[in-house]
T-cell receptor
Framework: DAKTTQPNSMESNEEEPVHLPCNHSTISGTDYIHWYLQLPSQGPEYVIH???SNVNNRMASLAIAEDRKSSTLILHRATLRDAAVYYC??????????FGAGTTVTVRA | EPEVTQTPSHQVTQMGQEVILRCVPISNHLYFYWYRQILGQKVEFLVSFYNNEISEKSEIFDDQFSVERPDGSNFTLKIRSTKLEDSAMYFC???????????FGNGTRLTVT
């Protein structure tokens, strides 16, 4: 599996944007970039995914570098409910997602 | 919004006993998965299931584990003879196609004593 590298933790202030980086230098041409979050004692929850172009949805934006070797998840205005572990995962044409340690996001009121 | 449901939310069993963890995936989904998360550790892939057969399984998914879709709506994970190290949160997930978002349930906490 192609690997991703994320910072262990990030802190943000409420109502400020959060930029979560992810490096994936060994990404292959068919790998999608997925982001999931996990709140304490809950299952992972889908956030966003993309292949080459930047993506926006109601939860977040995904900015993908032109060479696809890195991406950034952008939470536009952090709220206390955004405090979670965020996972950046590559997925090819297989049947699984391989979770790493993710980035623990803390939001200060 | 449709969701994946898992039962029970918490299962306590004695070492050596068999357990069955149950999941109801989203109704029009075709791909089904089990993951587990030992307390304080990463979410680990166990198995994927499509078209009534296992598509891929991890090294964790040994002969003690089996999956079944018995009736077109439920998706079960059976552990034949539980060990202490099987204690974990077990998450079921489903998706409608490859590389589409996975929808996870809230998990079953399995405690083996």
């Amino acid at each position: 599996d192609a690997k991703t590298t994320q910072p262990n933790s990030m802190e943000s202030n409420e109502e400020e944007p959060v930029h979560l980086p992810c490096n994936h230098s060994t990404i292959s041409g068919t790998d999608y970039i997925h982001w999931y979050l996990q709140l304490p004692s809950q299952g992972p929850e889908y956030v966003i995914h993309g292949l080459t172009s930047n993506v926006n949805n109601r939860m977040a934006s995904l900015a993908i570098a032109e060479d696809r070797k890195s991406s950034t998840l952008i939470l536009h205005r952090a709220t206390l409910r955004d405090a979670a572990v965020y996972y950046c995962i590559l997925s090819g044409y297989d049947y699984k997602l391989s979770f790493g340690a993710g980035t623990t996001v803390t939001v200060r009121a | 919004e449709p969701e994946v449901t898992q039962t029970p939310s918490h299962q306590v069993t004695q070492m050596g006993q068999e357990v069955i963890l149950r999941c109801v995936p989203i109704s029009n989904h075709l791909y089904f998965y089990w993951y587990r998360q030992i307390l304080g550790q990463k979410v680990e892939f166990l198995v994927s299931f499509y078209n009534n057969e296992i598509s891929e399984k991890s090294e964790i998914f040994d002969d003690q584990f089996s999956v079944e879709r018995p009736d077109g709506s439920n998706f079960t994970l059976k552990i034949r003879s539980t060990k202490l190290e099987d204690s974990a949160m077990y998450f079921c997930a489903s998706s409608d196609r490859v590389n589409s978002p996975l929808h996870f349930g809230n998990g079953t906490r399995l405690t083996v004593t």
